[in-house]
């Protein structure tokens, strides 16, 4: 039961409502739309009640999309909406029609089947033409979203400044030039592109802009991705103050501008409203600043809440959870325009109230159903937006969530053009449903942690500047949620990395002696604390690299652990990401398929080829001897930024193989008791492993400061062959 107030000839009433579940439902009298309709070779969904406003659902089989629409709205003639498109198609009766997936293309190369289309399941392999390689995925499967699997198949014979960026299936490529500054261009023709269509090589040896894709009008999105980008926006958020982009940054404003048309529906309505909530809590713990204003737009517009209020969580959910469908089913139009307005009008205020200061970086989410339908353009919104923003880089962030028969081409255009993004990183996704908007929050454990665990993304943080190892600045809870402690019972305790859900990486070094006590060792995961942790794993097998050599020369200084229980993650347990897996394949694109090739290509990529030439960032992290000529190891996880140096600057007291690299920092390195530890870097908002921590160049911490690693990309092929649940291609 709920009690509200409301104001009826002037007199306070208390109205006493009873409610089933969360939110209010729309109190109707009798049917007015018939329930004769029908869908050949699919079914529908009716509306509890058949009245004004309510909607009718068709669906399909697998590998079928409902022609024209997905849905039908009760209007107030009685009778249902327009068998009519966004994109002006329509019929006389409903029908399923074939998901197709767009015709390969291929230069230099062919595929089979060679077929005017493809559809749902059917699978076409590619082969290139001699003196041609083959880069991308050697074959592809049309999926049930209309989308193919894989990457866009490139048939390459020259090494170029910057990698063959293929041609989309269903496209037209204009250009093949791929050196530096170099243009390529796209035409999708019936399709729709959707991504960039013109891309130019940059210095950085990587193309501008999205990865383009040509659609049909009936592909959709994976919801999966749409988790991921809300997964890497949270990470970002956490992870600010570590952040390259730190300086310009003074925490986040989050503006959800959410649709509330009177065609939503009361159960949409309540999908929409609960994604936003959901990623409130999620950010109730960040160590940042972060500011939320929600707007609800139709045809007017009602901020729900003000971006300049101090509101706690709850208040902010409280307000949100008063909202009625009821109060806004009457309502048909869609002027996302006038709502961009008030962001933009608050983005301005903030701005001239952080002259000289660092501004927050404004995130703006919007989730609509259908094209705006009236003044002003949402389009001239935003660009009012960017323009005011302009001056300050990567400082404003617009996704773009369409649902149902929505037009493709508009939901792209809501989303600013970037001049570089990571790969596969989307702002702009098309779901069917928003049964599909709802599976896209990942749901919370009992215990309020989260269920899905990608690779390389840590936690909450509470954040302060990168200190020493040895030095005094400790690392905070959830900051390195791979590490662990590797504990020994008559012996200098050693660390290593989470990698899978039964195997940690280490040094080989921190087992001599060791392999006949393997019962005796203790391994300490998720938390900062040496010997405390969630949870005490104990070893069932030590594999040591077969050719590591000690103590002459310390090469090959490798070691896997498999645990006998399986890890837990949390947000305090996570793995780390690998090299050479397709997890790294994704945010590092290779311009080959081959494996090995693409092992040895981000080998260059991450550590400069074992530090040829320029240096290259990273961090170490280990409860190593943390003062200066002390032989003390510290309680609590430290860390420190080291940088790969020049193989020429290695002062080595062994012999300085293929497999090892040196780093150190300012006044900073690692130290005795840190060995097995990650040396790790930060790619596109994910931490990949680089290093394993070996040996440093003298025996006293601070002194000639200089540390070597063993390089685990040399090491990938090693470990795929016995750690085989990780996926490597």
């Not at 929600?294 to 409280?318: G, Q």
Request: hydrophobic share 35%.
């Amino acid at each position: 039961m709920a009690i509200q107030w409301a104001r009826q000839s002037g007199l306070d009433v208390m109205l006493i409502i009873w409610i089933i579940g969360l939110w209010p439902v729309v109190i109707c009298e009798g049917d007015i739309c018939d329930n004769t309709e029908v869908i050949e070779k699919g079914w529908i969904k009716w509306p509890e009640n058949r009245i004004e406003g309510s909607v009718m659902m068709y669906f399909c089989p697998d590998g079928f999309r409902p022609f024209p629409v997905s849905l039908r709205y009760c209007g107030r003639s009685g009778r249902w909406s327009h068998l009519r498109n966004a994109y002006g198609e329509k019929a006389e009766r409903a029908s399923c029609a074939a998901i197709l997936c767009p015709v390969p293309s291929l230069r230099f190369g062919m595929y089979s089947p060679p077929q005017n289309s493809y559809t749902v399941n059917e699978t076409i392999k590619f082969h290139c033409f001699d003196g041609f390689q083959l880069a991308g995925s050697a074959s592809s499967t049309c999926l049930p979203n209309g989308q193919w699997s894989g990457k866009v198949p490139r048939c390459s014979s020259l090494k170029t400044f910057c990698p063959n960026p293929g041609t989309p299936f269903g496209s037209r490529r204009n250009g093949n030039n791929f050196d530096v500054l170099s243009i390529v261009e796209y035409d999708c023709g019936e399709y729709i592109l959707r991504g960039s269509s013109k891309r130019k090589c940059l210095e950085s040896g990587q193309w501008s802009g999205v990865e383009p894709r040509c659609e049909s009008k009936n592909a959709f999105d994976n919801v999966k991705d749409v988790a991921r980008e809300l997964d890497v926006l949270e990470s970002t958020i956490r992870n600010a103050e570590f952040s390259s982009e730190k300086e310009h940054v003074s925490g986040f404003d989050i503006y959800f501008v959410l649709e509330v048309s009177g065609r939503l529906t009361n159960e949409n309505f309540i999908k929409t409203f609960d994604f936003a909530t959901t990623f409130i809590k999620r950010m109730s713990g960040a160590n940042v600043k972060v500011r939320f204003e929600c707007i609800a737009f139709a045809y007017f517009s009602h901020k729900i809440i003000n971006i300049s209020e101090s509101l706690t969580v709850e208040m902010m959910i409280e307000r949100i959870k008063g909202l009625q469908y009821s109060e806004f089913y009457n309502d048909k139009g869609r002027r996302l325009g006038f709502a961009l307005e008030y962001v933009y009008k608050d983005i301005n205020e903030t701005l001239n109230l952080h002259r000289g200061q660092a501004m927050p970086k404004q995130v703006i989410i919007i989730i609509t159903s259908g094209k705006y339908n009236g003044a002003p353009s949402p389009i001239a919104v935003r660009d009012k937006i960017s323009a005011l923003l302009s001056h300050l880089p990567n400082i404003l962030d617009v996704y773009a969530i369409g649902i149902g028969e929505i037009d493709k081409n508009y939901l792209e255009n809501l989303v600013p053009l970037k001049e570089t993004l990571a790969h596969d990183q989307r702002y702009a996704f098309y779901l069917p449903t928003y049964d599909h908007l709802e599976q896209a929050h990942e749901q919370p454990r009992r215990d309020g942690t989260l269920q899905t665990y990608d690779c390389g993304i840590r936690g909450n943080l509470i954040q302060r500047p990168v200190g020493r190892i040895f030095g005094g600045v400790k690392s905070k809870e959830y900051e390195w949620p791979w590490q662990v402690n590797i504990d020994f019972p008559h012996k200098e305790f050693c660390g290593g990395s989470i990698i899978s859900t039964r195997w940690i990486l280490s040094a080989a070094h921190c087992f001599n002696g060791s392999l006949d006590m393997i019962d005796d060792i203790s391994i300490w995961i998720g938390s900062i604390k040496r010997k405390t942790g969630l949870q005490k794993l104990t070893v069932e097998q030590i594999i040591l690299h077969e050719q590591f050599s000690v103590p002459t020369e310390m090469n090959n200084d490798i070691a896997l652990l498999k645990t006998k229980e399986t890890i837990i993650y949390s947000s305090h347990v996570r793995p780390v990401c690998l090299p050479c897996t397709q997890r790294s394949a994704q945010l590092l694109v290779s311009p080959t398929s081959r494996w090995t090739e693409a092992c040895r290509y981000e080998d260059v990529l991450l550590t400069n080829d074992n530090g040829r030439t320029r240096k290259i960032p990273g961090y170490v992290t280990g409860w190593g001897y943390y003062r200066k000529r002390s032989t003390l190891s510290s309680y609590d996880l430290q860390h420190a930024q080291v940088y790969i140096q020049n193989r020429l600057t290695c002062t080595s007291p062994y012999p300085l193989t293929e497999n090892m690299f040196c780093a150190k920092g300012t006044a900073a390195d690692s130290c005795k008791g840190d060995s097995g530890g990650p040396l790790v870097m930060e790619i596109n908002h994910r931490w990949i492993q680089v290093g394993i921590i070996s040996f440093g160049k003298t025996e006293i911490c601070g002194q000639d400061i200089m540390g070597f690693y063993s390089n685990v990309p040399k090491y990938m092929n090693w470990i795929r062959e016995r750690v085989t649940e990780l996926q490597y291609e």
